[in-house]
């Protein structure tokens, strides 16, 4: 039997042997590609390629890419574990053609690879194909070539309700390239319940797809029309977990080798025999998804991809606590997935301790969120009417809070109350429509600017060239001349220009010749190609035309010293804070730099001195920035580092300061880290959980910065009477002096209110022979408000008491409730209403709560709704 590893190894082993470049799996973050929020197919990393923007230079490869389907329109969390080949995590086996071999050499390369004894060695007879409706020429290579039984081949037409909306008719998007497919179905035999696709059985488990065959045949246009490719590719793709299954001669995905493994680990670690219960197929597929997820760089957060790492580890987490597990437990099946995913494991073991802290944070702070999410529970428990809990309180509980729908009904059953399930389940589909909408990206993949060919950057060396525009855009069209006035991107067939990538942006300068100036603002890459993007500023352009293009040499300067510093904080931050620490994002400007990156905490004052030393050191040090172009992998084995959002190609070029920091990088740098002159942190910020930023200045503008803060020092000590020496000092016994007086008013405050409170409890009430005080008191702050609300009810020892204060152009709401009145009278109830009559919101237990709000004007209003509410349900 074949394991898991063995079969994808076997498969990029084929491909090579047909002459494809083996490509490494590409990150889950999709890079430079808003349209995805995790990479979900094998053809995402080569998607530029297939639109024309980028070319490789191989014209096959193949890939075992690692996926993950679990937000956004691909999304079937809730299934994962449930049926037999729902995955979060899931590895593609593909081939890829662009504008190489087409559906000859597609169809016999997975005929051969599936069937032949030196490879898979499937039966032939247990394999059915589909083919689009129209394509005959895919159709007579299966009948006539490979000599599948026409029995064995079905059409399958436009079954989706439109034209080209079929099983069998990829697309990219609503436009762009797309054409039909063909299929490869695997027959589990007649035992299991189920018929061949196209018919009414098909959604049985005996037919299972094991490879799709996409033939871009088509450019699709937003009229509809249909234009044919110049150059046809082919995008494959074959699940390994599925072909896992066949091989091993299993029905279920989670019967293969790698999840049998996973799965008696998690039963061994939680302390359960039951090797059928579902959980532990959610947790060992979650695991999956989660680990590489982290390796890629994700955090759990309440956003984006973090939230829906979050909602995985925690999805996890509760499958484990319904088999017993007592403690964190599910960090420990890490060092078992790296094992069982072999060479592919070798991502996560590289990072092994980091991931396993991140879960194990994580599943701690779930277990104090569970334990939040039942005192919310208790709470909205004790308001619920007609013993129904509603559907969007449940949904806020699970939705905010994590916490399960099966165990707030655990929790409802005691108390014989139901839930409005149906109300629930409103809410979540709202929720499932509004992030599909948020993870769909309407993009025109035809309104984006293609030029064949490619420019050739001298910018490395020069920053003056000649150089001949090979083609003008303007309004995003392509045009043959350009005028002044006009705003427009100029190609040119080599230039000086630095293009923005890796944080670096791009040139500005100038293109000129007699008579003509073009206002270069800024330099993008469109593929292989650089756009110059500015102004016409007098005469005119035309294609064909010869232009000497210059850089503003002076801001390009600047911007060198600030990525060459970048380089060192990063070498900086890993030496001094961890090897976890990688980039998450840079942008790097003539100003300033800006640096993200992985680390759980902020950076105390002293680690930021201690950063500035080190860098400032290396600056000192003056190291000579030396460049070297080399293979991919030998930069890899001399550890290069790889920058965040960047595209690599098998030639790189790797930047070395000194023994300090070594990474492949493409942008513009200075000639020695001497050149930077001086180094100053400015900010250290968090941007999302786990992720910090620094910002920081050089050269010259670094010593303006600090003679900005030294002039605001001395001004500090001019105002205080002080020096440098003891300025803190002085600031310390203000403070001290601050607070030593905040506490003597608020002790004044407190005393007033309780002398107001036997006044004011003289001043109660009678609505139904209940004591009711109903007053506005100005300028007392809610602690006080608090206090006096307290003692009140125990003067009143039965009563309710509502007061409305304004205070800095704010008004403070609170309601206080004596127990024996609390079945009748919620607090949170009365206290909300009040605030939605002066623009606020609040909440609270049922015999205290509190609200705020924004429109002191309204405050009549709020205490006259008050009392009509008291009168109607006392």
């Keep these: 039997m074949k394991t898991t590893a063995e079969i994808r190894q076997s498969f990029l082993n084929f491909f090579r042997s047909k002459e494809h470049q083996v490509v490494a799996s590409s990150s889950l973050v999709p890079e430079n590609d808003p349209t995805l929020l995790f990479t979900n197919a094998g053809m995402n990393q080569f998607k530029d390629v297939f639109l024309g923007l980028d070319k490789r230079p191989y014209s096959r490869a193949t890939t075992a890419q690692r996926c993950v389907r679990a937000g956004g329109k691909h999304n079937d969390l809730e299934n994962v574990g449930y049926t037999a080949r729902h995955h979060t995590f899931f590895e593609m086996l593909g081939n890829f053609s662009f504008g190489d071999y087409f559906k000859h050499d597609a169809i016999n390369f997975a005929w051969e690879f599936l069937t032949s004894p030196q490879w898979l060695g499937l039966p032939k007879e247990k394999l059915w194909v589909t083919v689009y409706e129209t394509d005959s020429e895919a159709y007579d290579i299966w009948n006539k070539e490979v000599g599948v039984p026409t029995e064995h081949i079905i059409r399958i037409g436009d079954n989706k309700g439109a034209p080209y909306a079929s099983d069998n008719f990829w697309a990219m998007g609503d436009t762009g390239p797309c054409g039909p497919c063909t299929e490869i179905f695997y027959d589990h035999g007649e035992h299991i319940w189920g018929g ?6 098909e959604d049985g488990d005996r037919y299972i797809e094991i490879w799709n065959v996409v033939f871009m045949q088509y450019n699709r246009l937003t009229d509809g029309t249909m234009e044919k490719l110049p150059r046809p590719s082919v995008d494959t793709g074959m699940g390994l977990e599925r072909i896992a299954a066949v091989l091993q001669h299993v029905n279920s995905n989670y019967d293969i080798d790698i999840f ?21 197929r959610v947790i060992a597929d979650h695991i999956r998804s989660c680990a590489y997820l982290i390796a890629d760089g994700v955090i759990p957060s309440n956003e984006g991809r973090g939230y829906v790492l979050r909602r995985i580890i925690r999805r996890a987490v509760r499958h484990g606590h319904l088999l017993g597990a007592k403690e964190a437990f599910f960090y420990k099946l890490v060092p078992t997935l790296i094992e069982v995913m072999a060479e592919a494991g070798q991502d996560i073991k590289e990072k092994q301790t980091n991931i396993e802290k991140l879960l194990r944070l994580e599943e701690e702070q779930f277990a104090r969120t569970l334990e939040r999410g039942l005192t919310l529970l208790d709470e909205a428990l004790s308001e619920v009417k007609n013993d129904v809990l509603s559907g969007e309180v449940a949904f806020k509980l699970y939705d905010t809070y994590g916490f399960p729908l099966d165990l707030t009904a655990d929790v409802c059953r005691e108390r014989n109350i139901t839930i409005d399930e149906t109300g629930f389940e409103r809410e979540m589909t709202e929720q499932r429509a509004r992030a599909q909408a948020a993870s769909q990206f309407g ?15 001298e910018g490395y060396t020069k920053s003056k060239s000649l150089a001949k ?26 230039t000086p220009f630095y293009a923005e990538s890796g944080g670096q942006i791009g040139d500005s300068g100038y293109l000129t010749i007699e008579g003509v100036t073009f206002n270069v603002k800024d330099t993008q890459k469109y593929g292989q190609i650089f756009g110059h993007i500015g102004e016409l500023e007098q005469g005119s352009l035309s294609v064909g035309q010869t232009v000497k293009a210059v850089v503003d040499i002076e801001r390009r300067n600047q911007t060198a010293l600030n990525h060459s510093a970048t380089h060192l904080l990063h070498a900086a931050l890993r030496q001094l804070l961890g090897t976890h620490v990688t980039q998450k994002g840079s942008l790097v400007s003539e100003t300033a730099l800006r640096f993200d990156f992985s680390h759980p905490e902020a950076l105390n004052g002293e680690q930021i001195a201690e950063i500035e030393r080190l860098v400032n050191q290396k600056i000192r040090a003056n190291f000579p920035i030396q460049t070297e172009i080399m293979e991919i992998e030998v930069a890899k084995e001399k550890g290069a580092m790889a920058l965040f959002g960047e595209k690599y190609s098998d030639q790189v070029r790797v930047l070395t300061m000194g023994d300090f920091s070594i990474e492949l990088c493409g942008g513009i740098h200075a000639k020695r880290t001497g050149d930077i002159g001086l180094f100053k942190i400015t900010t250290e910020t968090a941007v999302a959980a786990g992720i910090r930023r620094i910002e920081a200045v050089t050269a010259e503008n670094a010593i303006n910065w600090i003679l900005r803060q030294q002039s605001i020092l001395n001004q500090s000590t001019e105002l205080l009477k002080s020096d440098t020496n003891t300025l803190v000092d002085k ?22 209110a309780m002398q107001t409170s036997s006044d004011l409890a003289q001043s109660a009430v009678k609505i139904n022979n209940v004591s009711v005080i109903l007053r ?4 007392i702050e809610t602690k006080s408000l608090r206090v006096l609300v307290d003692d009140l009810k125990n003067q009143l020892g039965s009563g309710v008491i509502v007061f409305a204060s304004i205070l800095d152009e704010k008004i403070n709401l609170i309601v206080g409730v004596t127990k024996d009145l609390t079945t009748k009278i919620k607090a949170g109830e009365l206290v909300n209403l009040m605030a939605q009559q002066v623009g606020g919101k609040g909440g609270g237990r049922p015999d205290m709560a509190m609200a705020g709000g924004s429109q002191p004007e309204n405050v009549t209003e709020a205490l006259i709704v008050a009392q009509n509410w008291l009168n109607e349900n006392l």
Excluded: M, W
């Design 731 to 752: 600031i310390q016994q203000l403070q001290d002096k601050t607070k030593k007086l905040e506490k003597e008013l608020q002790s004044l405050k407190e005393k007033a």
């Design 776 to 779: 506005q008191l100005d300028g």
């Design 260 to 280: 049998k493994t996973l799965i008696a680990k998690t039963a061994e670690i939680v302390g359960t025999a039951d090797l059928t219960n579902k959980s532990l």
């Design 196 to 201: 061949p696709p196209g018919s009414p059985e």
């Design 443 to 457: 993009i025109d993949y035809n309104n984006v600017i293609r030029v064949e060919g490619e420019t050739q950057f």
């Design 469 to 494: 525009i090979t083609a003008l855009f303007y309004d995003g069209k392509s045009v043959e001349q350009i005028s002044a006035g006009q705003s427009a991107v100029v190609v040119l067939e080599n």
